[in-house]
């Protein structure tokens, strides 16, 4: 792969976004599968710790079953499981019963493809790229489950985390000393956060899994990124929550993970630029 980026880059673009668009396709199936996955497994701890037999269960993961249409049970055959295509040639409706198919589900493979062709165009034809597409669709993942759910699975955040640190060994991003630092830096500073805001007003105010994503961002990229990371996704929360409010009329507790997911994809691909714009002005 790294050498078709190398010689070709036009077609490695058109390439990189393809898959994209397929890795989106895929996230799909982990955004709506893994809350189910983990909540399952939650029910069988919890009936073992009472001494129960857990509850029968058909296989459930991200292979098995084959999706179906949530309404009338069709199972999606190959030709209407391509990516955003198979949505617009079935308009937006399962092939059996016409029930409407969610425009989010394109939406997530083009918004992937797009952000995919982003990081190659940022990065250019080099190993970073190959790692931050990686980056990338874990992050997308997480916003979106953490949308529907308010849960960032330890199943993304802590690899992510520790590829950062494992990528940095040689470099890659920033200096090794700077990824364990910033590791530890992410998950302190709004583990200390919470903890302020808990004794002062006496409620939650986060998830133990913002501290593991921030945890992830500061091995990726350094603590030096993490007061820039805090900055934009305080911004990008303001921007959507005034959005939301102005569009629904009601003010509604949100998610504070997909504004850092999204500061961190800014931060990895504009960073350098942010911070020279920063200090030239």
């Known amino acids: 792969m790294l050498e078709l980026l190398q010689t070709s880059p036009l077609v490695a673009g058109g390439y990189v976004f393809f898959i994209g668009l397929c890795v989106g396709s895929f996230l799909n199936v982990v955004i709506h599968r893994l809350p189910i996955m983990m909540k399952r497994g939650w029910e069988a701890e919890c009936a073992s710790l009472r001494n129960e037999t857990p509850p029968e269960q058909t296989r459930f993961n991200l292979i098995v079953p084959r999706s179906r249409c949530p309404h009338c049970g069709h199972r999606i055959t190959a030709l209407e499981n391509i990516p955003v295509v198979s949505w617009v040639v079935l308009r937006g409706r399962c092939s059996s019963c016409k029930a409407p198919i969610g425009m989010r589900y394109p939406l997530v493979e083009l918004a992937t493809a797009l952000l995919s062709l982003l990081v190659y165009l940022m990065l250019g034809p080099t190993l970073q790229t190959v790692a931050g597409l990686g980056f990338t669709w874990a992050l997308i993942a997480l916003t979106m489950i953490d949308f529907d759910e308010q849960l960032l699975p330890d199943d993304i955040t802590l690899p992510l985390m520790w590829a950062g640190l494992v990528l940095n060994i040689q470099g890659m991003f920033v200096p090794l000393q700077d990824a364990v630092i910033g590791a530890a830096a992410g998950y302190l ?57 102005i569009v629904r009329k009601e003010s509604a507790p949100f998610p504070f993970g997909p504004y850092i997911a999204i500061a961190g994809i800014i931060a990895l691909l504009f960073g350098q630029d942010l911070l020279r714009w920063y200090l030239g002005a």
């Open 189 to 245: 500073s709004l583990w200390s956060i919470y903890w302020l805001f808990k004794l002062v007003t006496g409620k939650e105010g986060m998830g133990y899994g913002d501290f593991k994503l921030m945890a992830a961002l500061g091995a990726w990229m350094g603590w030096i990124a993490l007061p820039m990371v805090l900055l934009l996704s305080s911004v990008v929360g303001s921007i959507i929550g005034v959005g939301y409010l």
